[in-house]
């Protein structure tokens, strides 16, 4: 295996004590345990939509393992580790198509693969059945939503946050990390996912207590710090 070249990769920066990366692609690189950490596939939305007469390219599910498949082979990660939202809906396995569908199993074969379940899946599905509610790596609590009022070590997804800046008279918003002292919440990967202001109030809700939060935008190989909150 060629080891992961941070500045190839993402942009690198310490978090618990340990060392990650974290890439544009909105997937985070944990050096330590070789492993990829993913938020919020949201894996056949397009079909979801579909079903219900608003007609999208129903290939996000594609896009999005295409994705896990380039960060795995830029890492040589060795660990998937899914925080939940993992499909769209319930029935989204069951509408993988064919070549979805097989690029999933490739992967969790390839991988030691965990889902970690959101509130938009299920355990009664033959792709999830193994989800767990949330896992605890190296004092660190991986888990689908922040969980408010939280003092320990924490990564997390579900929030999808965004940051925006007006740069030459052009307002950019790229997808961000949100981050305390102790707790992380990460972008959503998913090809076909919506985004929430970094610094709406329930974001900065779910990371109390806390002294200052900031979001993390990976641009150029490096990680730009933007702060959202700072305590009095």
């Known amino acids: 295996m060629v080891p992961v070249m941070f500045d190839q990769f993402g942009a690198s920066f310490e978090f618990a004590g340990q060392d990650f990366a974290l890439a544009p692609s909105r997937a985070l690189y944990w050096a330590e345990e070789r492993a990829l950490i993913v938020a919020d596939l949201h894996l056949e939305k397009a079909s979801w939509f ?19 498949a380039d960060a795995l082979r830029a890492t040589g990660a060795r660990r998937v580790l899914c925080l939940g939202d993992n499909f769209h809906d319930s029935h989204g396995p069951a509408r993988l198509e064919p070549h979805a ?39 660190i609590a991986l888990r689908h939503e922040a969980r408010p009022g939280e003092t320990g070590l924490e990564l997390s997804g579900h929030y999808h946050p965004k940051f925006a800046v007006t740069a030459r008279g ?3 918003s790229r997808p961000c990390a949100v981050a305390s002292e102790r707790r992380l919440i ?17 974001i900065l809700g779910a990371l109390q207590p806390a002294r200052a939060i900031d979001a993390l935008v990976p641009a150029a190989g490096k990680l730009a710090r933007f702060a959202l909150w700072r305590s009095a």
Not at 54 to 67: A, F, G, H, K, N
Not at 114 to 138: C, F, M, Y
């Open 50 to 68: 579909a079903e219900r007469g608003q007609m999208l390219p129903p290939y996000d599910s594609r896009e999005t393992l295409s994705r896990v």
């Open 101 to 139: 569908a097989g690029m999933l199993d490739a992967l969790m074969r390839a991988t030691d693969w965990v889902w970690i379940t959101g509130n938009h899946d299920t355990k009664d599905t033959s792709v999830e059945a193994q989800g767990l509610p949330e896992l605890t790596v190296r004092g």
């Open 170 to 172: 052009r307002r950019v």
């Open 186 to 202: 990460l972008p959503a990967f998913g090809a076909l996912t919506g985004g929430m202001n970094a610094a709406d109030p329930a």
